[in-house]
């Protein structure tokens, strides 16, 4: 192709724009999103049972509702309680919370693949549930979720496409703006699942560097 | 309307899940405001009933359906294929308790079965923007009344009789609110609209300077508007005087401020069905009948006398 399609050029600025966006939510959601699953996890395997019921519940409840009704859900239904934040807070706290009940089923698996000794070790060392958690668990579990946590982290950055459904002028949205102007969908689109994949292929490669790194040899 | 049911395949499951959910939450915010405004409910003193304009409408003589062509196949048949909505509040509703059509679009189009078969017998096909012209081409409906503007672009496609309504992007904003009565008003706003209309690019052409926000739905911009996070929104006054009938927490303020000539769609390998319905419509204005289908529909809703309507064949494409 020779010729370069009309408008790219004025093209190019909201895409950038809507690229800003799309990293911010991204990374603001899977942090939150990690916090909060660390903490539902923690609840999930606690002693305590009304702490496992309601991590059990929040997950239930989380992770068997589409997202893109979870979003209309707080978009439109907060308001109507009184709370009305912008656009773009709104939807990045549904996906935290979201994918936080995902998370916290990667933790609650890798916390799976400490072998049972491990946590009888910490007992008999007089540790308490907390402190074993803690020191012994999380430290080993945790490097045998870098992978799932990268599926997570993608799956995270490519659900923000659905913000462009609730308004947010994120990195689909600006695509769907540049549609309407230059009638040139395979264009706008085309440059915008590029500059997804070439995220989600990066997550990946960083995934793949620092699993190498904190493996544990069994 | 240009494209307010333009849906892309990507969007479309996501369309009918929002919108859905966008109308039930709605529903929930503007307590118990009934949709479906009916033919007898606020019209004019002295204005026909939507069921009153129909049985009044006119049947063609015999004369008029040359054997062979499109309408006599139609006459044979017994009943009008026509695509269309059931979904649009005073151009095309379906009530849930009778099941019958309402509206401008929905009155036409039964005058129209009316004309050639002798009664007013109907088949919708629900259509979509995109799924309009593939639906006249392969004779799966014999005609369009969608809200449908006549573009030259389209008109390569599909043959337009009219137009016989004349719409126009117009603003929606919150009951409580004066500080925009028109177009220019809309700078520095946040104003919503449908992302497959082409409202936004008219934004871009007349409120350079408002922020652009684009949800899927109709039901979501209107929630959008009062709930306060738009200031407004634009999409064409027809439909948004629909959501005026619908929700009292909302206005349509001011006139038009773009043109769009609804035409009605036929089949481009019949251009004897043009001509008919061209003539039928001629018809329909010079007796009044056009006017009192708008007082029976459109007219319960807005003030003033009836428009005249736009002059058939006077949109580029029709």
């Known amino acids: 192709m020779t010729v370069l399609p009309a408008g790219l050029h004025e093209t190019l600025g909201p895409l950038g724009h809507g690229l800003q966006l799309t990293l911010a939510m991204t990374a603001i959601a899977f942090t939150g999103a990690l916090g909060l699953g660390v903490l539902l996890a923690v609840c999930r395997i606690s002693p305590v049972p009304p702490l496992r019921a309601l991590g059990t519940a929040y997950v239930t409840v989380f992770r068997n509702v589409p997202l893109l009704v979870l979003l209309v859900l707080f978009v439109f239904g907060l308001p109507d309680v009184g709370l009305l934040f912008s656009l773009f807070a709104t939807v990045t706290l549904t996906m935290a919370l979201y994918w936080a009940a995902f998370i916290c089923e990667v933790l609650r698996a890798g916390i799976r693949t400490v072998p049972l000794g491990q946590a009888e070790a910490a007992r008999a060392l007089g540790l308490t549930a907390t402190q074993s958690i803690r020191h012994i668990i999380l430290p080993q579990a945790l490097r045998s979720m870098v992978q799932p946590l990268a599926n997570v982290f993608i799956a995270v950055a490519l659900s923000t496409s659905l913000a462009a459904a609730v308004g947010v002028a994120e990195m689909t949205g600006q695509a769907q703006f540049v549609t309407l102007k230059y009638d040139q969908p395979l264009t706008s689109f085309a440059a915008t699942t590029v500059v997804y994949v070439l995220i989600t292929l990066t997550s990946g490669l960083i995934a793949g560097r620092i699993e190498r790194k904190v493996a544990i040899r069994r | ?318």
């Open chain 2, 1 to 318: 309307m240009k494209a307010r049911i333009r849906t892309s395949a990507r969007t479309l499951a996501a369309t009918a899940l929002t919108a859905a959910l966008a109308t039930a939450l709605a529903a929930c915010g503007s307590s118990g405001s009934l949709p479906a405004p009916s033919g007898s409910g606020s019209h004019p003193a002295g204005a026909p009933t939507f069921q009153q304009v129909i049985d009044g409408a006119p049947v063609a003589p015999d004369s008029a359906i040359p054997a062979g062509s499109l309408m006599a196949k139609i006459k044979a048949r017994g009943t009008l294929n026509v695509g269309g909505t059931d979904a649009s509040a005073l151009f095309s509703l379906k009530d849930p308790v009778t099941g019958k059509l309402t509206g401008f679009d929905a009155g036409l189009a039964q005058m129209l079965a009316k004309y050639i078969t002798g009664k007013p017998s109907v088949n919708l096909v629900l259509v979509t923007a995109d799924t309009r012209e593939t639906l006249l081409q392969n004779a799966t409906v014999d005609s369009v009344f969608a809200t449908y503007t006549i573009t030259p672009a389209r008109a390569q496609k599909v043959a337009f009789a009219g137009p016989y309504y004349s719409s126009g992007d117009a603003i929606l904003v919150a009951k409580g609110n004066t500080s925009i009565t028109k177009v220019a008003d809309l700078a520095n706003k946040t104003v919503c609209t449908e992302s497959s209309s082409t409202a936004a690019n008219d934004l871009k052409q007349y409120a350079p300077s408002a922020h652009v926000i684009l949800f899927q739905t109709n039901a979501e911009c209107e929630q959008a508007v009062e709930q306060g996070r738009a200031d407004a929104y634009v999409l064409d006054q027809a439909l948004l005087l629909g959501d005026q009938v619908r929700d009292p927490k909302v206005k349509v303020v001011g006139q038009p401020f773009t043109t769009e000539p609804y035409g009605i769609g036929l089949p481009l390998a019949s251009p004897e069905m043009k001509t008919f319905v061209n003539d039928w419509l001629k018809t329909l204005e010079s007796d009044g009948e056009w006017t009192k289908l708008w007082q029976s529909t459109i007219g319960t809703v807005l003030s003033g006398d009836a428009p005249t309507p736009p002059a058939i064949g006077s949109a580029q494409g029709s």
